[in-house]
């Protein structure tokens, strides 16, 4: 009898400790976590929680579409002022205006505007480009009458510069040859405003410009006094340069 009372007593205290769940847990039993793992993970319903991080859950994260970045526009291309300026050192020549027109080098408009004191300089199909453009840049201007810019252009040698200041930049050109444009031929005025000037044909690599004036007293010392239309005389003395820098105006 007192055997039985013991064995009942040793089983009451074992049913006690192995529900009370601070006991050692058993290798291999799955409910077996310990208490700050189900402290983490049994958080009661509608309690707040820390965000999850950005990579946590894709589905809040920002969409990262191309058209939702910040993309570089290009450059818009500044347009050409109706006007820019010239300057020759060399023969003592200072900002004096150009003014840009469509046409072709020497025709009415372009006479027109030299008459009025400018130098014009034409664009177009039969025009050429403008200041620091890969091509030809034409200028044009009267050598004995009104303001007479270029009188003294005829002269200028290799080397000597030629500045075209235009909006904010001024653009450095260096005189490389001289070439005479005929008036009387049509494949010498198109060598003229060829890409590159007097090579008709060839596709310009290299801003370049064309500092066109008369040849009157040349061709009345030959006896030639031909002229067009416009007055202008057969032939022109033309200063063939090639952009060798630019600055800030």
Not at 175 to 196: G, I, K, N, Y
């Amino acid at each position: 009898m007192g055997r039985t009372v013991a064995l009942l007593a040793a089983a009451v205290v074992a049913v006690v400790s192995g529900c009370s769940g601070e006991g050692t847990p058993r290798p291999g039993d799955a409910s077996a976590d310990t208490p700050r793992e189900r402290r983490t993970t049994s958080a009661p319903a509608g309690t707040p929680t820390s965000p999850p991080s950005p990579t946590s859950s894709p589905t809040e994260q920002p969409t990262e579409q191309p058209t939702e970045q910040p993309t570089e526009e290009p450059a818009e291309a500044v347009p050409e002022p109706r006007r820019s300026f010239v300057t020759v050192p060399a023969i003592g020549l200072r900002d004096f205006p150009v003014v840009r027109y469509r046409g072709s080098p020497d025709d009415a408009p372009g006479t027109a505007l030299q008459n009025a004191g400018e130098m014009a300089s034409p664009r177009g199909p039969s025009g050429g480009a403008g200041p620091g453009e890969v091509g030809n840049f034409i200028v044009t201007g009267h050598r004995l009458t009104g303001t007479a810019p270029l009188r003294y252009s005829p002269s200028l040698g290799r080397g000597d510069r030629i500045l075209v200041r235009s909006g904010d930049t001024v653009f450095v050109y260096e005189v490389r040859r001289t070439r005479w444009t005929s008036f009387r031929e049509p494949a010498s005025l198109r060598a003229q405003r060829a890409e590159v000037p007097g090579r008709p044909g060839r596709e310009a690599t290299q801003p370049m410009i064309t500092l066109s004036t008369c040849a009157t007293l040349e061709d009345h010392a030959n006896g030639n006094y031909w002229s067009d239309e416009f007055d202008n005389p057969e032939h022109r003395i033309d200063k063939i340069g090639v952009l060798v820098g630019t600055r800030p105006a």
